[in-house]
């Protein structure tokens, strides 16, 4: 994925920073850092116009296969249940459905309830569980870890590295970071700058 120095603003039109030219490749497992307010967010969101809307300045390879998830879990459906969610966009059978949800951690009781009955955890694992089957090779993923517990959270981490996906993601979880990152962008002085680790980031951020 290629795309051009864009200027990032605000949902209102207020000008945040210019992006540089870009390159994400196989591989490439970058983290955006900035603090609050930055424009993080904005970024990510106009990525996934880009990709689900070709709308805006950004353009993408029609070979990318998207997997996204916001912080706000907003790509579920809280009307549906579980089950609904993956026997209905993937063809996987009932019982098989069934499984996977168990394994996520989404227990028989809870399969056929509405999602807006579930737990924090238990959505957020089930949004994992639909990232796996989509089986993307570009991640785009804003604040994954809200309300993964440790067991999610290192699930994820397995299937973010284990492969050569690409992946543009934020996160405030300094070791999800280290542990996942192989590249950092930083929104530092209206300006979106590479750096080859997040720690003078983590140590600014210390500082104020």
Not at 45 to 69: F, I, W
Not at 74 to 95: H, K, R, W, Y
Not at 135 to 157: C, K, M, R, S, V
Request: glycine share 8%; proline share 4%.
């Amino acid at each position: 994925m290629a795309f051009p120095d864009v200027q990032v603003q605000t949902p209102d039109g207020r000008d945040l920073y210019k992006s540089g030219e870009k390159w994400i490749t196989l591989g490439d497992r970058i983290v955006l850092l900035g603090a609050n307010g930055t424009g993080k967010t904005q970024l990510v969101q106009m990525v996934h116009r880009a990709l689900t809307c070709d709308d805006g300045p950004l353009k993408c390879a029609r070979s990318v296969t998207l997997g996204y998830s916001d912080q706000h879990l907003s790509q579920l459906n809280p009307n549906e249940t579980p089950m609904q969610t993956i026997a209905g966009q993937f063809d996987v059978g009932d019982q098989r459905a069934r499984g996977l949800l168990a394994g996520a951690g989404v227990n028989i009781q809870m399969q056929d309830t509405a999602l807006s009955k579930l737990s924090g955890v238990q959505k957020a694992r089930l949004a994992m569980l639909v990232l796996r089957l989509q089986h993307p090779n570009f991640y785009l993923l804003d604040e994954p870890t809200n309300h993964l517990d440790i067991e999610g959270q290192e699930a994820l981490e397995e299937e973010l590295t284990r492969h050569d996906a690409a992946c543009l993601l934020v996160s405030h979880d300094r070791q999800f970071v280290r542990n996942v990152g192989n590249r950092f962008s930083w929104i530092d002085r209206r300006r979106l700058v590479e750096v080859d680790s997040p720690e003078p980031f983590f140590d600014s951020q210390l500082m104020d």
